[in-house]
């Protein structure tokens, strides 16, 4: 869910079946490609460390590269809220 403006948006990632040793990254798109956003994981609460978290990165990277996604357990969800910040 992207904010009208870009100036945010929410990611979910649900893991439903086995556990992958590596999920391929989220691509999100629609987000102004010049734009920089940090991201931060919002659910689960505090645990294992997430690798993008407190990273920032372009709406280009995101929507070519993607999101590193987060190693799940199956029938589990992350939240990640990626909000804009001044250049």
Known sequence: VQAPDGS???????QLD???P???????TGLPADRRYRASQLL???GEPW???GQTFSGAVLARVGLPAPRRAPLTVTVIEL????S
């Open 8 to 14: 945010a948006a929410i990611v979910a990632y649900v």
């Open 83 to 86: 909000t804009a910040v001044e």
């Open 18 to 20: 086995e556990q992958v």
């Open 51 to 53: 690798r993008g978290e």
């Open 22 to 28: 590596e999920p391929e990254p989220l691509l999100i």
């Open 44 to 46: 689960p609460g505090p």
